[in-house]
């Protein structure tokens, strides 16, 4: 969000000068956090914070890659290759006007993310088949006029394990958990907090090295949102705020290590891993799924 004088037209798009329409509301905004800001709490910048119109551009980009994760479910089965998966999304993704984000994303080579069974993430498509039993889990972010929307599920490969499913379901639960607690004027460490609550109970580890992210105009932007819960202070919910969480979920341990193609990030136990992703928009009531 860009600063705006008093009588230029408000940023939400109203066509009402900004003194009339939306000065009042940055200014109660802007003062919540100063408060915040004062008790030493990071506080978002203006620029950070998404106007009406940024947020429903980030939906409509976030509902394609929702309707792409939708139609992955009924292509995924044992026989298809990671390839096939990664050109699914990539066909679907241009066929409705939109950029498959990850592609050349600093070097990526494909249009997606696959990651099976002991991958973490950032699994690269190739000709590997998948298998009877597999879990794989599918990362997509569409570009839709200008705007990011990143989505990922975990899918199940004819029929998986006990533990395997069990893993996903938690995992799923995970996210489900750090949805409901995001809400203004709260620190995003409560998000953390509401995941290690759901795993560590059920027994699994919580991936640390890899955090969700902000997200609008830009693929990956401030703020850093853990995934566990921080020994640092961690930055002020505000409504406009536009950012992922994605929960990566161990089987065994939560340390990765990544191999040497740069990306895929792998357990260093070799057990299971799991994620599911939203990207969701701080609203002035509590939340809103815009991939959802
Ligand atoms: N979609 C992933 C995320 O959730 C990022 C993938 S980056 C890529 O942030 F380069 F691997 F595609
Ligand atoms: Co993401
Ligand atoms: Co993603």
């Given at each position: 969000m860009k600063k705006v004088s008093r009588n230029d037209p408000c940023w939400c798009g109203s066509t009402e000068k900004y003194k009339k329409c939306h000065l009042e509301y940055d200014q109660d905004r802007q003062r919540k956090l100063s408060v915040f800001a004062q008790r030493g709490y990071p506080v978002p910048d203006i620029g950070l914070l998404k106007t009406g119109a940024d947020i429903e551009g980030i939906r409509k980009s976030g509902q394609l890659t929702k309707s792409i994760l939708d139609a992955l479910s009924g292509f995924i089965q044992p026989g298809i290759s990671t390839d096939a998966i990664n050109e699914f999304v990539h066909e679907m993704t241009i066929k409705n006007?939109?950029?498959?984000?990850?592609?050349?994303?600093?070097?990526?080579?494909?249009s997606c993310c696959t990651s099976v069974n002991?991958?973490?993430?950032?699994g690269i498509p190739s000709d590997r088949r998948l298998l009877e039993g597999d879990i794989v889990n599918v990362d997509v972010t569409c570009i839709l006029n200008g705007y990011y929307g990143d989505s990922c599920r975990m899918y199940e490969v004819g029929k998986v394990s006990e533990r395997a499913r069990r893993l996903s379901d938690v995992s799923k639960a995970c996210l489900d958990a750090a949805i409901s607690v995001v809400?203004?004027?709260?620190?995003?460490?409560v998000i953390g907090e509401a995941i290690e609550k759901v795993a560590h109970e059920a027994g699994f580890s919580v991936v640390r090295d890899f955090v969700g992210h902000g997200i609008g105009q830009i693929f990956h932007q401030s703020p850093y949102v853990p995934h566990f819960k921080p020994d640092y202070r961690t930055m002020i919910m505000a409504p406009g705020m536009v950012f992922t969480i994605e929960p990566m979920i161990n089987e065994g341990k939560w340390q990765s290590k990544v191999l040497a193609d740069g990306w895929t990030a792998e357990t260093i136990d070799g057990k299971l891993s799991a994620q599911w992703e939203h990207t969701v928009a701080v609203t002035d009531q509590g939340v809103d799924v815009l991939t959802a």
């Open positions: 006007h939109a950029i498959p984000a990850p592609l050349n994303y600093k070097g990526f080579p494909k002991e991958v973490i993430c950032h809400q203004p004027y709260l620190p995003i460490s």
